[in-house]
Structures are given as C-alpha cells and as structure tokens.
Nanobody, 125 residues
Framework: QVQLVESGGGLVQTGGSLRLSCAASERTVSRYTMGWFRQAPGKEREFVAAIRLSGGRAYYADSVKGRFTVSRDNAENKVYLQMNSMKPEDTAVYYC??????????????????WGQGTQVTVSS
C-alpha cells in the first residue's frame, strides 16, 4: 500500500514562500506520476502541479504558473512544491497524490490512485 505524507505547510504573508514536501513509501516517486492538488474551504479540490514519471517534465495550473515549481528526488522518494510570490487565494489544504497510469499526466483528481492526508497553507493579506 502506497503511503504519502505531506509536510511544510503553515502561515505565510502575501509575497512570501513555502516549500511543501511529500514523502512516499516504497519506490513511489520513481514509478508514478506525482501531483499536487489543493482544496480551499467550500471549493472543489483542484489541480496545482504534476511531474512526469520519465523525463521530469512538469505541468502547472494557470493560476500558479511562474510562481510554483514541482520537483522530484527519486533517491529520497520525495516530491516537492516550491511556492513563491504567494497570494491569499493560494490558501488551501494541499495534497500530494500518485498516479500509476503510465504515459499520461492527468490534471483530474480521479486519475490519481493514492493521496496524502494534506497540509494546511494559509496566506495572510
């Protein structure tokens, strides 16, 4: 059973930065497409970023493009989300997810097989 554990959330001021980490059990990071999603109060869970299994190509939601960077450390079995120039609308619970589908990077939450418990990120104005 794949387990994902997020960390690094917290409170930050507008314009600040945070780095989220996702630690995976087994060799998940090197075998699966890894994604980040977020869910704000009263809203649907939405795609933030994903990193491809092979080649490491990254994909981003338009709302975070140019501000967030997703990366992967296969040796450490971890995925990171570096968040810069943060805005109050980035406030949400952030989730790490793993997709076992080979060859496709999805932005849809139902495509992901495994999820972490989430970490709260709050951006104050």
């Amino acid at each position: 059973q794949v387990q994902l554990v997020e960390s690094g959330g917290g409170l930050v001021q507008t314009g600040g930065s945070l780095r989220l980490s996702c630690a995976a059990s087994e060799r998940t990071v090197s075998r699966y497409t890894m994604g980040w999603f977020r869910q704000a109060p009263g809203k649907e869970r939405e795609f933030v970023a994903a990193i491809r299994l092979s080649g490491g190509r990254a994909y981003y939601a338009d709302s975070v493009k140019g501000r967030f960077t997703v990366s992967r450390d296969n040796a450490e079995n971890k995925v990171y989300l570096q968040m810069n120039s943060m805005k109050p609308e980035d406030t949400a619970v952030y989730y790490c997810a793993a997709d076992s589908t080979i060859g496709v990077v999805s932005t849809l939450r139902h495509a992901y097989d495994y999820w972490g418990q989430g970490t709260q990120v709050t951006v104050s104005s």
